[in-house]
């Protein structure tokens, strides 16, 4: 069956064409007044005072780890129950990771208990990911990267437009990522955007972000500067103004799709509760206001979710798997042998993650809905 309804979808329309219309008309592709504004009002929505886009967000979680001073011999402690490049941008600082299991079922970010167990002397920093968008115990991590004078970075990828006790994500700690990937809340294509309220930390993300050169080809374009010169090794982690003025265009989308995803998120709580098929969903009681980037469930242990995932692929529903655990990873399981997160391991072979997306019709939800109940009775009348 070919897909009905697929795991995510873009909300473009004629505002983004119109975006990538006019910077092609103007001649000017790369670091100019588009980046700049979209940096602007980026930093106004979530109240930062540096906003610097990038790349991607690996290339933010990396320029963060850099800005954070890790180095060979310094450890971060940071979760598992994640994508690959939270991590991954440890390691190319040449520090070590160390990774804390998360709370539970009910909440699958980062436990601040674990956390505290996994501290030695050589910790340098913490990696906290708001998994789908949903707040990590963001006080309780404060105050432990305070006691042990840790920087703290957030993964903030699947979490613009999230708060807690009304403070945006990604502005809790030292610096905050985010990601503006194909499938995220705000989606240009490749893209991120690194969040700082640390004025030192600004001066070295704008280093960094462009090969440690003291002047931008826009200073030299304006008659600002002649010259340059390079006072750090830095990277070529610059965005195009083609995807700033689709960030822009997004941005104003943000609120009102982050609000539909909400609508739809109460829906698949309301269907999977009523249903009890023994099927757990996340962060039922979590605090503070998420982006609900993602609808993730967890199965019923009986269940064999690859025969779940093709039953609902037959009904045209695409799923996904959020996340296999990093420590798995043969890349990952061969330099750190021997790490044991039960928790992690035992949601991580359960979950399910449900289309979700602005675009999505009630009648959508109603499918899949439909679709799991019918599929799980069969699965479990045939004991599959
Ligand atoms: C939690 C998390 N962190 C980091 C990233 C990396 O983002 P990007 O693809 O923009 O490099 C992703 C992307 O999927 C993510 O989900």
């Known amino acids: 069956m070919d897909i009905r309804v ?17 910077v092609v008309r103007s001649r000017w592709l790369t670091m100019g007044s588009v980046t700049q504004e979209f940096e602007n009002q980026f930093a106004h929505f979530v109240s930062a005072k540096h906003a610097f886009a990038v790349s991607n967000c690996t290339d933010a979680l990396h320029l963060a780890c850099l800005a954070a001073g890790l180095k060979t011999g310094d450890e971060v402690i940071a979760p598992a129950l994640t994508f690959v490049a939270s991590t991954n941008s440890v390691l190319y600082t040449g520090a070590e990771v160390r990774f804390a299991d998360i709370i539970g079922p009910s909440n699958l970010n980062i436990s601040p208990e674990e956390i505290e167990k996994q501290i030695t002397p050589r910790t340098k920093a913490l990696i906290v990911v708001h998994y789908g968008g949903f707040p990590c115990q963001m006080n309780e991590i404060l105050e432990i990267a305070k006691r042990h004078n840790l920087m703290l970075i957030e993964d903030a990828a699947h979490a613009p437009g999230a708060s807690l006790q009304g403070r945006a994500l990604g502005t809790w700690g030292d610096m905050g990522c985010f990601s503006f990937f194909s499938n995220k809340n705000l989606a240009t294509g490749e893209g991120g955007m690194l969040v700082t309220n640390r004025d030192d930390i600004a001066e070295q993300v704008r280093l960094l972000r462009s090969h440690g050169m003291t002047t931008l080809t826009m200073d030299r374009h304006l008659g600002h500067a002649y010259t340059y010169d390079v006072i750090a090794l830095g990277h070529n982690y610059r965005i195009d103004e083609i995807r700033s003025a689709l960030g822009l265009a997004q941005l104003q989308k943000l609120p009102a799709g982050n609000a539909r995803r909400q609508v739809i998120t109460e829906m698949y709580r309301k269907g999977l ?94 499918y899949v809905l439909t679709a799991i109940h019918s599929i799980i009775s069969m699965m479990k009348n045939k004991g599959l």
């Not at 004629?14 to 990538?20: G, K, Q, T, W």
């Not at 979590?286 to 199965?299: A, D, E, K, T, V």
């Open 273 to 366: 509760n009523q249903a009890g098929y023994g099927i757990d969903v996340p962060f039922l009681d979590s605090p503070g206001q998420s982006s609900y980037h993602i609808f993730p469930m967890l199965l019923p242990e009986e269940i064999n979710r690859q025969n779940f995932m093709q039953e609902m692929r037959k009904s045209g529903i695409q799923t996904s798997i959020h996340y296999p655990p990093v420590h798995h990873f043969s890349y990952y399981s061969q330099r750190f042998p021997g790490i044991s997160l039960p928790k992690t391991e035992s949601v991580a072979a359960r979950e399910v993650t449900l289309p979700l997306f602005p675009g999505m019709s009630d009648e959508d939800v109603h």
């Open 6 to 22: 697929p795991l995510s979808g873009l909300d473009y329309g004629p505002e983004e064409e119109d975006a990538v219309i006019n």
